[in-house]
């Protein structure tokens, strides 16, 4: 099993451009979650999906859109990328209630 | 809101000695919590969780205790070694299955 993949590893954005983060798990995990991982501010839950075709909104969603068409995949979308959201991203499954599951994380630069 | 102190950022230990970590909390009754290990350029992963009913939890040379009336969590690693030098975040149960996270203690075991 790969577990959770994350892609891309790294990303360099402009400011005003748009990119899709791909997560996907073959765990068959109901839960899948998107964090952002900011230095001296910890992990911070941006949306989550608690099974195909949901979404929800964590602490810190404005500027980023999420889609769950498919139980193993979980995209997190920037519209209009900004220098805030300079950060690494982390995407995460859970079969619930239990641990979380992790991937490598994606490293993305906005200019 | 909930409010998640770790003890310290940084905390230098001598090989073979126990490494005790602080989880503080704040404005909130978790149901569970748990405990991660992340390496630099990885994302977290799991190591331990406990519910609010369970005063400690054992798994090989890790021990955690969890004290509802203190709102406070300890983390052991006895005998400690250089492997395991990472960061450790602790995390709160946040409903719906989600997960809040402290800023994380960086750990060096010094040869």
């Known amino acids: 099993n790969a577990g959770v993949t994350q892609t891309p590893k790294f990303r360099v954005l402009k400011t005003g451009q748009s990119m899709t983060l791909l997560c996907a798990q073959d765990m068959n995990h109901e839960y899948m979650y998107w964090y952002r991982q900011d230095p001296g501010m910890g992990l911070r839950l941006i949306h989550y999906s608690v099974g195909e075709g949901t979404t929800a909104k964590g602490e810190v969603p404005d500027g980023y859109n999420v889609s769950r068409l498919k139980k193993q995949n979980f995209l997190l979308g920037l519209e209009s990328a900004a220098p805030s959201q300079t950060s690494v991203y982390f995407c995460?499954?859970?079969?619930?209630?239990?641990?979380?599951?992790f991937g490598p994380g994606t490293r993305l630069t906005v200019l | 809101s909930q409010k998640i102190e770790q003890n310290s950022e940084a905390l230098n230990i001598q090989e073979g000695k126990t490494a005790t970590l602080t989880c503080n909390y704040t404005?909130?009754?978790?149901?569970?919590l748990q405990w991660y290990r992340q390496d630099p350029g990885r994302g977290p992963v799991f190591l331990l969780l406990?519910?609010?009913?369970?005063k400690e939890k054992r798994k090989e040379r890790l021990k955690v205790t969890f004290d509802t009336t203190l709102k406070q969590s300890l983390f052991h690693i006895t005998a400690s070694q250089p492997a395991d030098s990472a960061t450790y975040l602790c995390a709160l149960e946040a409903g719906a299955n989600n997960l809040f996270f402290g800023t994380g203690t960086r750990l060096t075991v010094i040869p």
């Open positions: 406990i519910r609010e009913n369970e």
């Open positions: 404005n909130y009754s978790p149901a569970y």
């Open positions: 995460a499954s859970s079969s619930g209630f239990m641990e979380q599951f």
